[in-house]
């Protein structure tokens, strides 16, 4: 069964820093660009992060950008987001998505995404 599973959420002081990581299993994510979305209560879920399937191209929303790096490492399948200099206002649960680069889409559109995981809540306390 094909499956994406993130880990690594958890609470933090603001300031602090936490590595989200998000591991696929059933299939091989050399194909797939990856996108990391966050949802916090109330809200709509957005983009924070996106990362090519190759690794060569990312995009982090102006909200992370500096603060959250995004990189890949197909031979162990897995994409990881650090998250430094961590707000209360990035609190929220963060999902990571696979998108087939084979297949038309866009990574800005959630519903293109081929496989989600179930997501990891991220706390930062101020």
């Known amino acids: 069964e094909a499956q994406l599973v993130e880990s690594g959420g958890g609470l933090v002081q603001a300031g602090g820093s936490l590595r989200l990581s998000c591991a696929a299993s059933g299939f091989t994510l050399d194909d797939y660009a990856i996108g990391w979305f966050r949802q916090a209560p109330g809200k709509e879920r957005e983009g924070v992060s996106y990362i090519s399937y190759y690794g060569g191209s990312t995009y982090y929303a102006d909200s992370v950008k500096g603060r959250f790096t995004i990189s890949r490492d197909n031979a162990k399948n897995t994409v990881l987001l650090q998250m430094n200099s961590l707000k209360p206002e990035d609190t929220a649960v963060y999902f990571c998505?696979?998108?087939?680069?084979?297949?038309?889409?866009?990574?800005?559109?959630?519903?293109?995404?081929?496989?989600w995981g179930q997501g990891t809540q991220v706390t930062v306390s101020s």
């Open positions: 998505a696979a998108f087939d680069s084979r297949r038309s889409g866009s990574y800005y559109v959630p519903t293109d995404y081929s496989y």
